[in-house]
């Protein structure tokens, strides 16, 4: 009986550490997330370039229309 109590008390550990590193890494995408809408929202002009694909880094020019 004393192991199963064990087994279950490292099942809730890991358990408890796996939700952890998950509410981590949604808040650190949370914190991404804001910093792209305050950059769209508060950029000084409305032009923004990108690079479409890594390995071929022709550049597009979007616009984006302003409120």
Avoid: W
């Amino acid at each position: 009986m004393d192991e199963q109590v064990q087994s279950f008390e490292l099942l809730l550990e890991s358990l408890i550490k796996m939700l952890g590193k998950s509410n981590q890494k949604m808040d650190d995408l949370s914190k991404r997330v804001c910093q792209l809408e305050f950059l769209l929202l508060h950029a000084s002009n409305n032009e923004y370039s990108f690079i479409t694909h890594p390995e071929h880094p022709k550049r597009k020019t979007i616009k984006l229309f302003s409120n």
